[in-house]
């Protein structure tokens, strides 16, 4: 499929959809929804896509980050997450790393404003991404150890960094 208007609109309001949904979801305890929505957004975005080998290899990269990084927060006691795999085996639920997989359908996509925009990503990622997680605390899908600010502080330089590595990655990727 090319490219077009509507498949970008599709690609970027997908995300908030399930990112909602899984965080939602997690809050009242129905784990399910968001990881649901979010495979039905991948199978369509994978039959509609072209270079598939490209975004599935960015995917696999973005679903082992993030679940490192969600891994270090949670084992740190930083951030205690609402689900099944945490509660039942101390493991990151997969509704926080289905996010992490989706984020990466977007980024040669309905995000590709940012691409090789390294200092963009660096300054975006430090203020926007940390809020994602302020607003997962205030939902009640996620749980901070710290107050809010302290928490947005230290999440600032994480996600300011991961989202430059992103970023790099996925020209990395995308030229070889």
């Known amino acids: 499929m090319e490219k077009n208007r509507l498949f970008l609109f599709v690609n970027g ?9 899984c965080f939602w979801g997690a809050s009242i305890e ?9 495979i039905m957004y991948f199978i369509f975005h994978f039959y509609a896509i072209e270079n598939k080998q490209k975004e599935f290899k960015y995917m ?3 679903i082992f980050f993030g679940f490192f990084l969600e891994s270090l927060f949670y084992y740190t006691g930083f951030i205690a997450y609402q689900g099944i ?15 992490w997989a989706g984020y990466s359908l977007t980024v040669f996509h309905s995000f590709q404003w940012i691409y090789k925009r390294y200092y963009l990503s660096l300054f975006l990622g430090g203020i926007f991404l940390p809020l994602i997680y302020v607003s997962g ?12 600010l302290t928490s947005y502080l230290i999440l600032v330089p994480v996600c300011s960094i991961s989202t430059l590595l992103l970023n790099f990655l996925s020209v990395k990727i995308n030229e070889n």
């Open 13 to 21: 309001l997908s995300i908030y959809v399930y990112w909602w949904a």
């Open 30 to 38: 129905k784990y399910y929804i968001g990881p649901l929505l979010a």
């Open 60 to 62: 696999l990269f973005c």
């Open 85 to 99: 795999l945490p509660q039942k085996y101390s493991i990151v639920p997969l509704w926080v790393i289905i996010l």
């Open 137 to 148: 605390n205030r939902i009640g899908c996620i749980i901070f150890k710290y107050d809010i």
